[in-house]
């Protein structure tokens, strides 16, 4: 047997306050991609982040209708054979969860624990909103479409359906939100949204509604639980905050060479190394990544950008020298918006979009 360094003694994983029984529970149904995955340009479904609220409902693909109705000259029905008919559209996107990130908080606000992984990017196949929504006639006074999925449970005291909206003009934007029935060239698997998804490209996941059952045109702002009293960035309780939409930029990095089995902490062999991963805005296209070695940051190589809603890959050479280093990566989107280097702290833990730090040890 090969003798190796100790890893270091701080986890990445290291929060302020041990984890719940709650938190476990929440962390062992809703499972992050591990970021050697981050090496694929697209995430096989088995290994994309899964983030569910409250349980995967059991739905009769043949019996299943998507219903839009409210305010809305029309009222329209469609079975899933119906959608599959019309205009057919595939687009590469990358999700990301709001919640992302949560756990490098502190203090740690107590949801799903994230650390980096609540991220993929898959191809969705659907058919695009807009067209569907102009059919209907969305009636002038209309403020708001309402998507609602057939999960159900209580969150807040409130019992509901997983539901979310987007303004009628975000509903039909020329940003193709897609209602997808497939995930990378297959039927959606049961966790991402069996038999039919929204898709809403550059925004984080929880806009993008799953199980989809209904839209609905409403005449006053939804108030629905998702909407008003979670998925905010909040200071405490009372406030009300402001509404968490797009993903903001961010760079990931695979982590080099192999793992420690406890920490996670990365041990390398000296010399050349390939650094790589991905970045992204729901903002503006990546104009640029940096990686820093021990603090000192150098500008990363691009690949050629892939499409306009998925991660753009990056490389960097790194010449390792033995012993101990921090690595960091550092995403800047076209509006001139940039990672932070230390999380901003929200009541409800949303969009941190700190930058990644890997603890490496190099051996001679
Ligand atoms: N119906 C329904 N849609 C949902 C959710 C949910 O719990 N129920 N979770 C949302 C959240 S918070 C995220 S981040 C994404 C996750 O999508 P994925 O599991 O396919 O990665 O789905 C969103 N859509
Ligand atoms: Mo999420």
Not at 17 to 27: G, K, M, W
Not at 36 to 47: F, K, N, V, Y
Not at 295 to 324: H, I, K, M, N, Y
Not at 344 to 357: I, M, R
Request: with cysteine; net charge neutral.
């Amino acid at each position: 047997m090969k003798t190796v360094p100790k890893p270091t003694t701080e986890s990445g994983a290291t929060t302020d306050v041990p984890l719940t029984a709650e938190e476990l529970q929440l962390a062992s149904r809703n499972h992050a991609m591990p970021l050697e995955m981050l090496a694929a340009d697209r995430t096989p479904a088995g290994m994309h982040y899964v983030l569910i609220h409250f349980d995967v409902p059991a739905i009769d693909a043949g019996a299943w209708r998507l219903r839009i109705g409210g305010a809305v000259r029309r009222p329209l029905e469609f079975t899933l054979a119906q959608l599959q008919a019309r205009e057919q559209r595939t687009l590469a996107v990358t999700l990301e969860c709001s919640g992302n990130g949560r756990s490098l908080l502190k203090p740690r606000p107590v949801s799903q624990p994230w650390i980096h992984g609540g991220i993929g990017t898959a191809d969705w196949t659907g058919t695009p909103l807009a067209p569907l929504l102009a059919e209907a006639g969305v009636e002038p006074e209309s403020v708001d479409m309402v998507f609602t999925g057939a999960d159900r449970g209580v969150q807040g005291d409130e019992e509901q359906n997983y539901a979310r909206s987007l303004n009628v003009s975000e509903s039909m934007s020329p940003d193709v939100l897609l209602l997808a029935y497939a995930m990378n060239g297959a039927p959606l698997p049961p966790q991402h949204g069996f038999p039919l998804r929204l898709v809403v490209p550059g925004w984080y996941g929880m806009a993008s509604v799953k199980w989809l059952t209904g839209i609905e045109a409403i005449t006053v702002p939804f108030t629905g639980f998702q909407q008003m009293s979670s998925y905010r960035y909040t200071s405490d309780e009372a406030d009300l905050g402001q509404p968490v939409t797009r993903m903001k930029v961010r760079a990931l990095m695979v982590p080099p060479g192999i793992p420690y089995f406890m920490t996670r902490d990365r041990l390398v062999n000296a010399g050349q190394v390939l650094l790589r991963g991905r970045a992204w805005s729901g903002r503006a296209p990546i104009r640029q990544v940096k990686v820093a070695v021990d603090g000192v940051w150098s500008e990363a190589q691009l690949d050629p950008p892939d499409g306009e809603f998925a991660w753009r890959g990056w490389t960097f050479r790194w010449q390792a020298e033995p012993g101990r280093h921090q690595l960091m990566c550092r995403a800047m989107d076209a509006l001139g918006q940039v990672q932070p280097l230390e999380p901003e702290w929200n009541y409800l833990g949303f969009g941190n979009n700190a930058v990644q730090k890997v603890q490496v040890t190099v051996r001679s």
